[in-house]
């Protein structure tokens, strides 16, 4: 079991370029989550998926796009990166959506200049 | 408006001491509390929960907890260790409300370091 994994560790972008940040999981979870972290702000959900198909926006979506069609894959677009979306990112994933803990990928490092 | 405050950034204990960290939350839904630890270059791994029907529950050194009237926690950990140096994030969620487990609201996080 590979848990969460999360492409690329770092990424360096120039303002106005898109990319997307790969997630995978192979535990066969529904529940998926996207976070950023910033200094001093703690973690801050972007986007979540309770299963194939569907997402929802979490407490800061703007900026970001997400998809899911598969159980396992969940990636996160930057369509046109700002200095403003340079963090870290998390990429986290759930069995049952009560009582159950969070497993959380390593994280992508993302500088936008 | 941050609905989970950790007022303390930082916290520095000696080898077997206690530690204790602090959080409190506002929103007066949540009600379902975490507490995830964080080493550097890694992601958040989950420590201990507590639901708004308890007031503590305890794993191994792990002991959380939660005065709701206060709208308060705090996680001890007894006897802290060098490993237990980390960010300490705390974390609720309001699942009357429709909320759950991936949607957390995390606060800042307080840096334990522990000193041998």
């Known amino acids: 079991n590979a848990g969460v994994t999360q492409t690329p560790k770092f990424q360096v972008l120039k303002t106005g370029q898109s990319m997307t940040l790969q997630c995978a999981q192979d535990?066969?979870?529904?529940?998926m989550s996207w976070y950023r972290q910033d200094p001093g702000m703690g973690l801050r959900l972007i986007h979540y998926?309770?299963?194939?198909?569907?997402?929802d926006q979490g407490e800061v979506p703007n900026g970001y796009n997400v998809s899911r069609s598969t159980t396992e894959d969940f990636p996160l677009r930057l369509l046109s990166a700002a200095p403003s979306q340079t963090s870290v990112y998390f990429c986290?994933?759930?069995?049952?959506?009560?009582?159950?803990?969070?497993?959380f990928g390593p994280g992508t490092r993302l500088l936008v200049l | 408006d941050q609905q989970v405050k950790q007022n303390s950034p930082s916290l520095s204990v000696q080898e077997g001491r206690i530690s204790i960290l602090n959080c409190d939350y506002t929103?007066?839904?949540?009600?379902?509390f975490l507490w995830y630890k964080k080493y550097p270059a890694e992601g958040p791994t989950f420590l201990i929960s507590?639901?708004?029907?308890?007031d503590k529950n305890e794993d191994g050194r792990f002991t959380v907890f939660l005065n709701k009237s206060a709208k308060h926690l705090s996680l001890h950990i007894v006897p802290s260790q060098p490993g237990d140096s980390a960010v300490y994030f705390c974390?609720?969620?309001?699942?009357?409300?429709?909320?759950?487990?991936?949607?957390?609201?995390f606060g800042k996080g307080t840096l334990l370091t522990v000193n041998p």
């Open positions: 535990m066969n979870h529904e529940y």
């Open positions: 507590i639901s708004s029907i308890k």
């Open positions: 986290a994933s759930s069995y049952d959506r009560f009582r159950e803990t969070q497993y």
């Open positions: 998926s309770v299963g194939a198909g569907i997402t």
């Open positions: 974390a609720a969620s309001a699942e009357a409300s429709g909320g759950s487990n991936y949607k957390l609201t």
């Open positions: 929103n007066s839904m949540f009600d379902y």
